[in-house]
């Protein structure tokens, strides 16, 4: 959130506090997201480079590998392959430091995670909708809900890219990596709950419940939640406003630490 940064000058103590909560989110959300993609290559690269296609096989995804399903597996490898591209350069692009110095290179990634973002968004309902996904009844709906609001948001922030209208261009592209993260959310939510509760309203058996039929919807719209609450506090002079939405995105950071390191323990490390 810290690139949405500079519309205002942070002089006052609620600014600043502000400022630093994006900037903390931010950057726990980065490291997070890094590992996520550390454990996606590291696992997943190995079959595609030692046994191509049908090693996905063993990768043990309940609806991955499809033994004769020649497109479906290749959406797979496709969709895991991006995964590492776009989780990986995504904040990247929020950093205002790299986006101010390597304006060209801005471009060139901004373009490349627009449009494989587009492209694995396009795969992932198609395996969707072939072969369904775990989570119950509900869940083909809410992930495929992720994958309208992918595109739709990509389509926006370029627009507003090509017309130069920088700001909204760039609340655009935040709002994009938020529902682009909301696969690695539902991951850390999933953890973070386990971790805090135990994993109330999740049937560990059917990878069913009320709590998973939460997560799915609320992968994408819990973080846009927030950071809409983020963007109004910025555009607003209510000191206690800016004050109550600091507090907020620092709670947030909490949780996406812990989640992220239960995570990291719990569920990628171990298939390591
Ligand atoms: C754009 C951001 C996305 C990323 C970075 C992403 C990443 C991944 C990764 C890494 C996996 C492998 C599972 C694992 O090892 O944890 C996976 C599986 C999968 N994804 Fe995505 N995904 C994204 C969006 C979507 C969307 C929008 C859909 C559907 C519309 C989708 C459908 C699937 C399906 C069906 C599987 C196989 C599920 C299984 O058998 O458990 N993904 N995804």
Do not use: C
Not at 109 to 134: D, E
Not at 192 to 211: A, R
């Amino acid at each position: 959130m810290s690139s949405a940064n500079g519309q205002k000058s942070s002089r006052s103590l609620p600014d600043r506090l502000l400022n630093l909560s994006g900037l903390s989110w931010f950057l726990v959300a980065a490291l997070g997201q890094w590992i996520f993609v550390y454990y996606v290559a590291a696992f997943y690269l190995p079959f595609l480079t030692g046994g191509g296609l049908a090693s996905l096989d063993q990768a043990d995804l309940p609806d991955g590998f499809i033994a004769g399903d020649m497109l479906h597996n290749i959406a797979l490898a496709a969709h895991v392959l991006i995964a590492i591209v776009i989780i990986g350069g995504g904040p990247l692009q929020l950093i205002p430091q790299i986006r101010n110095s390597f304006p060209r290179f801005h471009r060139i990634l901004g373009r490349t995670y627009m449009i494989t973002a587009v492209l694995t968004s396009l795969a992932g309902l198609y395996m969707v909708w072939t072969h369904g996904v775990p989570g119950g009844p509900l869940a083909p709906f809410a992930i495929s809900l992720d994958a309208v609001l992918i595109i739709l948001f990509a389509a926006i922030a370029v627009r507003h890219a090509m017309r130069r209208q920088i700001d909204r261009h760039r609340r655009w592209a935040m709002r994009l990596f938020m529902v682009v993260s909301a696969v690695w959310f539902f991951r850390i939510g999933m953890m973070f709950w386990f971790m805090t509760t135990g994993g109330i309203g999740i049937n560990t058996e059917t990878f069913t419940g009320p709590f998973i039929t939460f997560l799915y919807f609320g992968q994408m719209v819990v973080p846009l939640l927030f950071l809409e609450v983020y963007f109004r506090a910025q555009d607003s002079d209510s000191m206690i406003g800016k004050l109550i939405a600091a507090v907020l995105v620092f709670a947030a950071t909490g949780a996406t630490a812990l989640g992220s390191f239960a995570a990291t323990m719990g569920m990628w490390l171990p298939r390591l």
